[in-house]
């Protein structure tokens, strides 16, 4: 599996990355502008991401607006259904209205910080991702 973690928070980016790098093969970013920059990377080299863990508040370009682009850019190139890459937001409690929101704008799935893996790993088994 593809993974991109786009995250500012250097504590959250660490802990997500040893976490996940046993899924599959991971790349970091740190901020929105990078996310949509490996993302764009990643289809014109035709190796596209399986999952996008993207944090909502973040600098450059919030979660939000990146989850919007993303779709966008799959719309665009005719990437739908199954094909499209899975987007798990990644929040913080106190920000369930941007939850609704998320769900509006196409992701899969919510995981609130501080994150929980038996949660994140049920979220993954749901989307088959593992």
Do not use: Q, W
Not at 44 to 50: L, V
Not at 59 to 65: Q, S
Not at 80 to 105: C, P, Q, Y
């Amino acid at each position: 599996m593809r993974i991109l973690i786009v995250e500012d928070e250097y504590v959250s980016r660490r802990f997500l990355y040893k976490f996940m790098k046993e899924y599959g093969e991971c790349d970091v970013t740190v901020n929105g502008k990078e996310a949509i920059e490996a993302f764009i990377i990643s289809l014109e080299d035709e190796n596209p991401y399986d999952l996008i863990l993207l944090d909502i508040m973040m600098p450059e370009i919030d979660g939000m607006k990146v989850l919007k682009t993303i779709r966008l850019m799959e719309r665009d190139r005719g990437i739908i259904g199954h094909e499209r890459v899975k987007i798990i937001m990644t929040t913080a409690l106190n920000e369930s209205e941007n939850v609704m929101e998320a769900f509006d704008e196409g992701c899969e799935a919510y995981a609130a910080k501080p994150l929980d893996t038996k949660k994140l790993i049920s979220v993954m088994e749901k989307l088959n991702l593992i």
